[in-house]
């Protein structure tokens, strides 16, 4: 998610078990949940309702 790169953070890519999920974890604990297919695709990410709403997830942990 380019969206969190821009704000200092490093991505680690995991595959899961669930091919449609997408998920966002701090220090082991899922802070963001979505069905992959919600998703806006072909952009940055900055004008995707889900992704500021993970990206506000993220922020909202530290």
């Keep these: 998610m380019?969206?969190?790169q821009a704000?200092?953070?490093q991505?680690?890519?995991e595959e899961t078990s669930d091919w449609n999920a997408v998920?966002?974890?701090l220090?082991?604990?899922t802070v963001f949940r979505c069905n992959m297919?919600?998703?806006d695709f072909g952009g940055d990410g900055?004008?995707?309702p889900l992704c500021e709403e993970a990206r506000?997830?993220?922020l909202n942990v530290h």
């Design 2 to 4: 380019p969206v969190l």
């Design 7 to 9: 704000d200092g953070h």
């Design 11 to 13: 991505l680690i890519l």
């Design 23 to 25: 998920e966002l974890a």
């Design 27 to 29: 220090n082991g604990e």
């Design 37 to 39: 297919h919600d998703l």
């Design 46 to 48: 900055e004008l995707d």
């Design 56 to 58: 506000k997830a993220v």
